[in-house]
């Protein structure tokens, strides 16, 4: 870039955005759309972060021309749409599975979802027009009004804490290690605050070189954090823990027929041959000690089949153990039956010593949150609904370090993934996952859930192992790195070791969000302080 590009990219960036901020009824509304389409672009699988430095420059560019608090909330309402909408395409191909049956949920998923969703992003923009927030200020107050209310997303109702801005750096590990201090949410209140920044270029009431400096410092901060955790990989070792050899099943099996009352024999079956096949490695010196299948990978209620167990116990290893995912039913207090999606582990003998039922449950997918108005069963549920289990423990399986079981999403909530130190539970020393990614097939879904699963490993500082019907599977260390994966629509199994957490928690394993909470108000009290200064 020459002098003369430097001095005359202000003028250029002023042009634009005084273009941007002119923009009336649904030209503005549809540029906005626009910049939240692009937005998508910087999260898993594309991890292309550079063009948030044109999203967000855009989105405040088009809200400094909203007159109104309605204009306001408009403009991140149709950003977050977008976004949204193709963001969350995927989730309508678990649809298509039963169409028939489901046919009516489709426009709710597919356009329902993004609508609810964008409220959140409406309100962040709100919040900023309301500050009336101007030069610099103005990037500081939109980072931390957008990572509040992507807090709040992940939390109300449920929460549905996907897709966050700093899902993007799950492509750049070196950066993605400052989750381990700040958590996802405070990566992406740093990434939407330096995206912000290009913003100030074009603003007449900053000195350029002000802009400047703080635009270079925002990338600095970045480069600085790259540094820092690229440190942090060099010092990581490939400890494992002794004596204990996974191997995960990866059967692929399709959606369509995984419930099909003529083939939940032949899946298990099939998963059967495949735990009991020879080792996948080269010159494996070190025998299989535990085999891990999928959530739901035993489609029948293995406490009332003695011989389903002792099938199972079949193919465990000598010693060790078959952790699998199952169905499981008990009597109600009023007689009618509970169901649990459950993880169960099965020893040589075919005896059940160790369970786990899902805590935390897809609102529609496996409970009807709304009965009331909508008198159909859950979806992933053939009808039937699941009940809740007590939520995160810590569990002791025979050969294996204590372990935090998470079945399907309940890994995509940060912070709420191991039990927490003042219910008195032992520290888990790795998380399992297990998942079935086949109701989406081969989309963005898929790739977005490991990226998710990868920086809960680097948040908590302990690995994890995902075991997907089709996924993907694979094994993350306590730093984020993949040792073994499955790719996606691949039938198979991969041996792998355990990686060993770190000694001790990190600092977000330590204080959960806390430290996040701190930087958020520092950033809302430096915003409001300066949101009248050139």
């Known amino acids: ?137 103005r990037a500081v107050l939109f980072a931390a009004s957008w990572a509040l209310f992507e807090w709040l997303r992940g939390h109300v109702f449920t929460g549905f804490p996907w897709n966050l801005t700093g899902y993007g750096w799950t492509g750049f590990l070196p950066v993605l290690q400052s989750v381990s201090l700040i958590g996802i949410y405070g990566l992406s209140l740093l990434t939407v605050l330096v995206a912000s920044l290009p913003a100030g270029l074009a603003d007449p009431a900053v000195p350029r070189r002000r ?129 649990y999606n459950s993880l169960a582990a099965v020893d040589g003998s075919g005896a059940v010593t160790g369970r786990f039922d899902k805590f935390h449950l897809v609102p529609f997918g496996e409970y009807m949150p709304l009965r009331r108005w909508l008198p159909v069963g859950a979806i992933a549920g053939n009808g039937a609904e699941f009940s809740a289990g007590p939520g995160p423990v810590s569990l002791s399986l025979k050969g294996l370090p204590p372990v935090s079981p998470l079945i399907c999403y309940e890994v995509i909530f940060p912070g709420a993934v191991v039990p927490a130190a003042a219910e008195g539970a032992e520290r888990p020393r790795w998380m399992l996952n297990l998942t079935n990614d086949a109701w989406y097939g081969n989309t963005a879904g898929p790739y977005q859930h490991f990226a998710i699963s990868q920086t809960r490993a680097v948040e908590e500082g302990m690995p994890l192992v995902r075991v997907a019907n089709t996924g993907i599977s694979g094994v993350v260390d306590s730093h984020g790195r993949v040792t073994a994966m499955l790719p996606l629509g691949h039938r198979g199994v991969v041996d792998a070791a355990l990686p060993e957490a770190l000694p001790n928690p990190t600092l977000y394993g330590r204080v959960g969000d806390g430290a996040f909470g701190l930087l958020l108000l520092t950033c809302f009290a430096v915003g409001l302080r300066t949101r009248h200064r050139n």
């Open 1 to 137: 870039m020459t002098a003369t590009d430097t001095m005359t990219t202000p003028a250029r960036l002023g042009r634009l955005s005084a273009r941007l901020s002119g923009l009336t009824g649904w030209r503005r509304l549809a540029a906005a759309a626009g910049f939240g389409g692009l937005a998508t672009l910087a999260l898993p699988p594309a991890n292309a972060v550079p063009l948030l430095l044109i999203a967000f420059p855009g989105l405040l560019w088009l809200l400094d021309g909203a007159r109104t608090k309605r204009q306001a909330f408009a403009v991140g309402w149709f950003f977050g749409f977008a976004h949204h909408l193709l963001g969350l395409y995927w989730i309508s191909a678990a649809l298509f599975t039963d169409i028939e049956r489901f046919w009516w949920a489709l426009p709710l998923s597919a356009a329902g979802l993004p609508i609810l969703l964008a409220m959140f992003t409406g309100f962040a923009t709100l919040l900023v027009w309301v500050l009336k927030a101007r030069g610099l200020g």
């Open 211 to 339: 802009a400047w400096g703080a635009l270079a410092a925002g990338l600095a901060l970045f480069a600085a954090l790259g540094v820092w955790g690229g440190q942090r990989l060099a010092g990581a070792t490939d400890a494992a823990v002794p004596g204990v050899r996974l191997r995960l099943v990866q059967p692929a099996i399709d959606q369509r027929l995984k419930w099909a009352p003529g083939e939940r024999v032949r899946n298990v079956q099939q998963q059967m041959e495949l735990s009991a096949a020879p080792s996948t490695e080269f010159m494996a010196t070190e025998p299989i000690t535990h085999v891990i299948w999928a959530e739901t990978a035993v489609p029948l209620f293995l406490d009332q089949d003695a011989r389903l167990r002792q099938a199972l116990g079949s193919v465990t290893p000598s010693g060790g153990l078959l952790v699998t995912g199952v169905p499981r039913m008990e009597p109600g207090p009023d007689g009618e039956p509970l169901y």
